[in-house]
Structures are given as C-alpha cells and as structure tokens.
C-alpha cells in the first residue's frame, strides 16, 4: 500500500493538512537522542559543575519551550495545547553520553510527533551550547522517534 503524501495538494503545493474530520483523542508520542562528549565535558554535565550552570535544568526547560513552539518553528505544523511535557536525561558513562527523552501529550485532532522530536533537538542543542567552551567536538545522533499513540493510525512503536 503507497503512503499519501499528506502535506501536498494535486498540484505539489505544500498544505496544512485540513484535520477539521477527524476524532478528538489522547495523543502521545516519545522521542529520544543522544549527545557523545569529551570525558571532561560529560563530567562537568553529570556532576553539575558547568560554570554557566544547571545544564540538565536549562536543557530541560528548553525542550519543554520548545514543544510548545513547534508550529511557529515547522511551517506545516498544527498549533495544539499541550497537556504534558516531560524531559528526562538519561547518563551513558562508559560513552561519555546523555541521552535525552521527550514524552509530550495532547488531547486533540493531530499527533505530538513533531513536538516530542523538536522537545530532544532543543534540549540537546542547548547541552551543547552550555558546555561547548570545553568541548566543541559534541555529537548530536540517534534522533528518532520512540513512541506514539492515539489517532487514526494507532499505536508506534519502534
């Protein structure tokens, strides 16, 4: 079966897609990624010590800032109320990495893909920015969805 490609009119022009038909649900949806530091770098995280701060604590209200700013950073993307956001650091010492998950909740007519996956990309990039005067070598990876449940399609899991 060929996916429909949702965001297109016939002509190719780009659309919001008209949800107006469909069913009011709970909807969530997980994402996750990761950030590989130095040795130096991820101590400095885990323990606290950065000298701009709680990185944990800013990371977390910037993914949470941003999942509720998807729709203004995505062209295509539904403005929703969100019920939930949660941010959650997630420590791989033996890799010197910090996985990040973003579990984002809604009740409505379109999915928090989006904004779960925007959440972990925010909160990451502001790890980065927080300790990036000791290591500028950081790697964002693994970026994926974990999760999603409600609407038409069901349940995902990966």
Do not use: W
């Amino acid at each position: 079966m060929e996916q429909e490609m949702t965001h297109f009119d016939r002509k190719g022009a780009a659309v919001m897609v008209d949800v107006s038909e469909k069913d009011i649900t709970t909807r969530e949806a997980t994402a996750a990624g990761k950030i590989t530091l130095s040795e130096e770098a991820y101590r400095i995280v885990v323990e606290g010590s950065a000298k701009k701060g709680d990185v944990f604590g800013v990371a977390r209200l910037a993914g949470i800032m941003a999942a509720k700013k998807t729709s203004d950073l995505i062209p295509l993307c539904h403005p929703l109320p969100l019920a939930k956001c949660s941010v959650e650091f997630i420590p791989h010492e033996e890799e010197h990495a910090i996985e990040v998950q973003s579990t984002v909740k809604t009740t409505g007519k379109t999915g928090v893909e989006m904004e779960a996956l925007t959440s972990v990309n925010i909160a990451l990039l502001t790890i980065y920015d927080m300790v990036k005067a000791i290591d500028r070598g950081m790697v964002m990876s693994d970026i994926v969805l974990l999760e999603k449940s409600g609407g038409r399609s069901g349940r995902y899991v990966r």
